[in-house]
């Protein structure tokens, strides 16, 4: 299934698009079944409130980041590091309307720069254009770890538009070479699903999340819904399609 195809589809269940279409359901069923409606909309209200307040998106999130945890020294070892891209920032007006990194694949080069000084290991990038653009995800990591983190690449996989293909494709680079067990650096949110694509393809995985959740100070502020948090349960739900498809696909493959 295409990337469009399956965005298309995950978009219809992870909000905000969900919510308008239990809202629409609610409305459509007003005049009709007035009962039915009040269910729905009250639902849609409590699904709304928790989605959008911090307390509840951030613990949402961590139930996903605590299946991995922060790597410290001593490391264990690993013959190379991969970093995947997470988006794109497209026509930077700053940087002369070039594509360039989003802040969620900077945050992922960032600690797969302080990753390689610190391990010396040499570094794949991985990400395509899924979503078109002048540049891959891949080309402009490799320009701002070389560029910007003064952090050599050794390996560029460009051709990948979502995680599975992310981790077949490395393999081909690798595999060849005798690399099997590498660094896989990614958001703590995404790692769950990123390394299960990663060791299916047959690599061995030394995680290395990077950017996890922290709580908000458990105060007033912490249930007052905000727009942020909606971001977040996005975030989550989306991983929680994402695992669940990838393993109804591997049970029927």
Known sequence: ?????????????????????????????????????????????????????????????HTIEARSSA?????????AIVILGGGSYFHAPEYADNDTVSYLTLQRIRYGAK???????????????????????????RAVLEQEFQVAVRWTEDDSNNTAENARNSYRILHPLGI?????????????RAARSFRQAGFTVVEAPTAFVT?????????VPRAESLHDSSIFMHELVGLLWYRIKSATD
């Open 115 to 141: 990753l390689q000084r610190a391990t010396g290991k040499p570094i794949l990038i991985s990400g395509g254009k899924p979503v078109g653009g002048q540049t891959s995800e891949a080309g402009q990591m």
């Open 71 to 79: 790597l410290h020294e001593p490391y264990t070892n690993a013959n």
């Open 180 to 192: 099997q067990k590498i660094y896989l650096v990614t958001h703590a949110w995404h790692m769950p």
């Open 1 to 61: 299934m295409s990337w469009l195809a399956t965005h298309f589809i995950a978009a219809f269940l992870l909000p905000p698009l969900c919510f308008l279409l239990l809202l629409g359901l609610g409305i459509w069923y007003f005049f009709r079944r007035p009962k039915i409606a009040r269910l729905i909309l009250i639902a849609l209200f409590g699904l709304f409130y928790l989605s959008s307040t911090p307390y509840f998106a951030e613990a949402a999130l």
């Open 215 to 223: 709580f908000s100070r458990p105060g007033l502020m912490a249930f």
